[in-house]
């Protein structure tokens, strides 16, 4: 298991999204961009035109984390606009199987991401489908919200499924991860984190990432692989 650290831009300044990426690149492993689109959640940010001129802006590879309806019509669109890695949400989807195989087929990575009431037991049977696990710890939508430590137990169940399958699957967490709960996420077997406010929040956040990544690899379980 190796710490990834993904900057989220929803706590970025929307008017200098590619000076904010910038200044991650070199440190972050990962750029997280959250398409929320009014139905799925009741926020909109930003879509596929956004994801292409980032591409553009910024070396770092973008992680494009879809909080809409229908990601079975849409989530090719943000590979072909740059996205390195499409996670979509297993509650909006139709067919996560043939969303995944079109995502990996057009030359990205493919995530699923559980919201926080959706059980990881209805989802094992696909993940060999996937690249990525998301498993939400806090409700999709916001920034800013309070970690839910509760989620823990999943990304645990996560773990030891992967343990003792074949399936290579990246366990992401998303929402709330800041100094005080990357640990806890960690030694519950998380090795992708997602963190918004505490990055672009902080008054250096090249360092906040740096940070971060310590304590994540400090925290990692001895021996984990
Ligand atoms: C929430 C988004 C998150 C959000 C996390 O729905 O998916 O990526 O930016 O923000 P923080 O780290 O502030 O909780
Ligand atoms: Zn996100």
Request: proline share 5%; aromatic share 8%; with cysteine.
């Amino acid at each position: 298991m190796s710490v990834q650290i993904a900057p989220s831009i929803l706590s970025a300044d929307f008017a200098r999204l590619a000076d904010e990426a910038k200044t991650l690149e070199g440190t972050a492993d990962w750029l997280h961009v959250d398409v929320m689109d009014y139905h799925f959640v009741p926020n909109l940010t930003l879509g596929a035109p956004v994801v292409e001129s980032l591409r553009k802006a910024t070396s770092l590879p973008l992680d494009c984390h879809l909080m809409i309806d229908d990601p079975d019509r849409w989530a090719v669109s943000y590979v072909e606009a740059g996205a390195a890695n499409v996670t979509f949400h297993a509650e909006a989807a139709r067919d996560v199987v043939a969303t995944a195989r079109a995502i990996r087929a057009a030359g990205a990575r493919a995530g699923l991401a559980l919201k926080p009431a959706t059980a990881f037991d209805d989802y094992r049977e696909v993940l060999p489908e996937f690249d990525m696990l998301l498993v939400m710890t806090v409700e999709p939508g916001f920034g800013g919200q309070a970690f839910m430590a509760e989620m823990m137990p999943k990304v645990a169940q996560a773990r030891r499924f992967l343990r003792d399958s074949d399936a290579q699957l990246w366990i992401q967490v998303d929402g709330g991860v800041a100094a005080d709960t990357i640990e806890i996420c960690a030694r519950a077997g998380a090795d992708v984190f997602v963190a918004g406010s505490a990055v672009f929040g902080a008054h250096d956040p090249a360092r906040a990432v740096t940070a971060l990544r310590e304590r994540a690899q400090t925290a990692i379980p001895s021996g984990a692989s």
